[in-house]
């Protein structure tokens, strides 16, 4: 079995920062990309941002220049820098991870629980 934890959502004011961290645990062989998609209510989900296992990333345009994300390969976490935060980018943030299990199944956005952030005054 796999479990993707996450932390670090709260509630913070608009220009603030979070980080948010989700770590990959259990039966995994191999970990492709990870990365981070949010629902606000009333909307679909929508990527926030990727990263392979190599470091690359992409971002959303919305977030580009604010946000940054990165990886642990060794820990299998993803961590996403959220800075000059707006009311806009309040959402249920969802981790997620590419990987193959060592039973052989593969699992295209294995899904974390997703954490609340909350950017208001």
């Known amino acids: 079995q796999v479990q993707l934890v996450e932390s670090g959502g709260g509630l913070v004011q608009p220009g603030g920062s979070l980080r948010l961290s989700c770590a990959a645990s259990?039966?995994?062989?191999?970990?492709?990309?990870m990365g981070w998609y949010r629902q606000a209510p009333g909307k679909q989900r929508e990527l926030v941002a990727t990263?392979?296992?190599?470091?690359?990333?992409n971002y959303a345009n919305s977030v580009k220049g604010r946000f940054t994300v990165s990886r642990d390969n060794a820990k299998n976490t993803v961590y996403l820098q959220m800075n000059s935060l707006k009311p806009e980018d309040t959402a249920v943030y969802y981790c997620?991870?590419?990987?193959?299990?060592?039973?052989?199944?593969?699992?295209?956005?294995?899904w974390g629980q997703g954490t609340q952030v909350t950017v208001s005054s």
């Open positions: 259990g039966s995994i062989f191999v970990v492709y990309a």
């Open positions: 997620y991870a590419d990987l193959w299990l060592k039973s052989g199944s593969y699992s295209d956005h294995y």
């Open positions: 990263i392979t296992s190599g470091g690359s990333t």
